[in-house]
């Protein structure tokens, strides 16, 4: 009877266990499967952040503004403007032929408007472009240069260029047409050109198209209508071949920079205050961007040794979002613009709490190694002001 009592609860026991280590082994069958579904959601959403990231539209403009640089040409008939962007790292820059046809000498103008002689290295005869380099700019960061892409309409686009001389202006468009064809006077004859929506004018050839979707460089901007309206530009993969082979020439020729650079005898004023509120607001671009480094290197001498790179960074680190206005600006002796504004930093005190503090700011730009610097600047707090936000802002 005793044996009887103990045998039924020991075949319940088998029987759960049975069925236990059968559960066990279909959860192992089917664990690596499922962590890999697990692991490669999560990877898809980190590639998804960071592409969103990457192709910030003021992100991507800003990097562009650094490698486009303005393109001054000088012959006996005058002097041609234009655009151009760095390629490489060794300092070679894409531009169109037209730019720098017949020029006797040929000078850059870079985003923090240091001004560099160039070397032509290649030019189109039939082909409307061209290939500089400046060896100061060797190993400056640049855009990605997309040489296989091939545009579809409706594609977004950005320009970057100097219109009117107006340097770094930045227009959006869409690809509207493919494969326009037609030859020019000066002899040039396009082939499989993007037709563009985006305005462009006297000034923009030379500069890049950016495919705004990748922030990839996929064409030169190389004509327009006199109206603006419609634009024209030359894909990358016609002529990244011939580009190439010009740079890689180049490494073993003796340039001709023509000219060096001096400092300027003669200074236009008016030119002189246009490229003055250029650097100013391109040094508050840097300041809102976070590219603190590109900012202090506006900066002469004499400031950069009064304050550390650390320093300088520490006063606008906490600084969210800036707004200037009020402008002001004058020549001043010695081939000098001063500037004063104002400057409004706004950061948070904490989630609830907005702050704004209102400074007024004086620069004076000139001239420092043949250069434009800010080689003077001052700022007083005015007043600051709290504001509660009803809802708390993102962080």
């Known amino acids: 009877m005793k044996k009887k009592y103990i045998f039924w609860p020991v075949v319940l026991s088998l029987f759960t266990g049975i069925i236990l280590i059968g559960l066990l082994f279909l959860v192992y069958q089917n664990w690596n499967e499922d962590n890999i579904s697990l692991e ?12 969103e ?28 403007i234009g655009s151009g962007f760095i390629f490489n790292e060794k300092g070679d820059i894409i531009t169109n032929a037209h730019v720098v046809q017949d020029a006797d000498s040929i000078f850059v103008k870079t985003s923090d408007a240091r001004t560099y002689p160039a070397a032509l290295v290649g030019i189109g005869e039939n082909e409307d472009v061209a290939v500089l380099r400046v060896p100061q700019l060797v190993d400056r960061s640049t855009l990605p240069i997309d040489g296989d892409f091939e545009g579809e309409i409706g594609d977004d686009i950005i320009a970057v260029g100097s219109p009117l001389g107006f340097q770094n202006t930045v227009t959006i468009g869409i690809i509207s047409g493919k494969n326009r064809n037609f030859t020019v006077e000066e002899g040039y004859d396009y082939q499989g050109l993007y037709q563009i929506s985006a305005p462009i004018t006297n000034g923009n050839s030379g500069g890049p198209l950016i495919h705004r979707q990748t922030g990839n460089i996929i064409a030169i901007n190389s004509a327009g209508s006199k109206e603006g309206q419609i634009g024209f530009s030359l894909p990358l993969h016609e002529v990244i071949d011939l580009v190439n082979m010009w740079s890689d020439q180049a490494d073993d020729q003796e340039l001709n920079y023509n000219t060096e650079l001096t400092t300027y005898e003669q200074v236009d004023e008016e030119q002189l205050k246009q490229d003055a509120n250029y650097i100013v ?42 707004s200037i206005n009020n402008v002001e600006t004058e020549m001043t ?41 800010i080689l003077e600047q001052e700022r007083e707090l005015l007043s600051t002001t709290e504001q509660e936000l009803t809802v708390p802002e993102e962080q």
């Open 53 to 80: 990231k990457e192709t910030n539209l003021k992100t991507i403009i800003h990097e562009a503004q650094k490698s486009v640089v303005q393109i001054e040409a000088e012959n006996e008939s005058g002097q041609n």
């Open 40 to 51: 490669n959601d999560v990877a898809k959403l980190v590639r998804t952040n960071k592409e």
């Open 333 to 373: 002796s010695s081939h000098r613009v001063q500037i004063t504004l104002n400057a409004d930093h706004i950061s948070r005190k904490d989630k609830q709490i907005r702050l704004t503090e209102h400074y007024k700011s004086t620069f004076v730009i000139g001239y420092e190694n043949d250069q434009l610097k």
């Open 281 to 322: 607001n391109y040094f508050f671009e840097n300041l809102e961007m976070r590219d603190y480094l590109n900012a202090y290197t506006l900066l002469g001498s004499d400031l950069q040794n009064q304050k550390t790179y650390q320093d300088f960074r520490k006063e606008y680190v906490h600084v969210n979002d800036l």
